[in-house]
């Protein structure tokens, strides 16, 4: 999650608990918030890590893939190259314990390489995380083009996008994010509504994780620039009980 990375996975994202949601289908009684919990790990306020990291079996110190996380996840706040090159070598040092699981590995990749072309930072690592984040920016592999690809659209597409906007804090990728955020509907199939429901979550979530989320969501609000989203946005200003906003 992104208290949470959420990356994405959000997995770059930050997690509250989910929405209580029971969907009865014509067929089969599916309880969507079971499913809903299959992907999304619930982590407690004040614990920020990759959803994704948060999802596995750490074989590295749960204290280091904590602190990576929150590595990743703040970094747009207050970016520095002291700071850049600290994220380049903790991501490198923990590459083993990243890449065991799902795509945490090419999260943290993509986080680097969108703040190195952001900043105009040299990916300057030795390890396999600068080596992905330097393909990522070179554009040429299959992998790199997956990432910049904006015509695919799934639940890993999802995770890069938080990641492009935790190495950047540009609100182009919550855009992107929130134009697929919808919560599931009477009827759907797990295919048709997970990926747009991880949208949702993790947009309404990191609105209370971080202050740069809200504002967006506040700024759509006023302006009425997703009209079919207004419902939606007011659910993610709304205070929250206990909830606790970072920058």
């Not at 990375?5 to 969907?23: G, H, Q």
Request: aromatic letters at 10%.
């Amino acid at each position: 999650h992104i208290q949470s990375l959420p990356f994405l996975r959000s997995r770059f994202l930050s997690a509250n608990t989910l929405d209580n949601r029971r969907i009865c289908r014509h067929n089969h009684d599916v309880n969507h918030e079971i499913l809903l919990n299959a992907f999304f790990a619930v982590v407690q306020p004040g614990n920020v890590c990759l959803l994704a990291v948060a999802m596995f079996a750490l074989s590295a110190r749960a204290d280091d893939l904590q602190k990576i996380g929150e590595e990743m996840s703040y970094f747009y706040v207050t970016p520095s190259q002291e700071r850049y090159e600290h994220l380049q070598s903790d991501a490198n040092r923990l590459a083993n314990s990243l890449q065991k699981k799902d795509n945490v590995d090419l999260l943290a990749a993509v986080v680097i390489a969108a703040a190195s072309q952001k900043h105009h930072w040299e990916v300057a690592g030795k390890g396999e995380i600068s080596s992905l984040a330097r393909e990522i920016i070179k554009g040429e592999s299959k992998v790199a083009k997956y990432v910049k690809d904006d015509s695919i659209v799934d639940v890993r597409k999802l995770d890069v996008w938080w990641a492009d906007f935790f190495g950047t804090g540009d609100s182009e990728y919550l855009e992107k994010i929130l134009r697929y955020a919808k919560h599931p509907q009477p009827g759907e199939h797990a295919s048709d509504f997970m990926m747009p429901a991880m949208a949702a979550w993790s947009f309404k979530s990191n609105c209370q994780q971080h202050k740069a989320v809200m504002a967006f969501a506040k700024q759509c609000l006023e302006s009425n620039t997703f009209r079919t989203k207004v419902e939606f946005l007011k659910e993610c200003v709304s205070p929250k009980p206990h909830a606790k906003t970072n920058e």
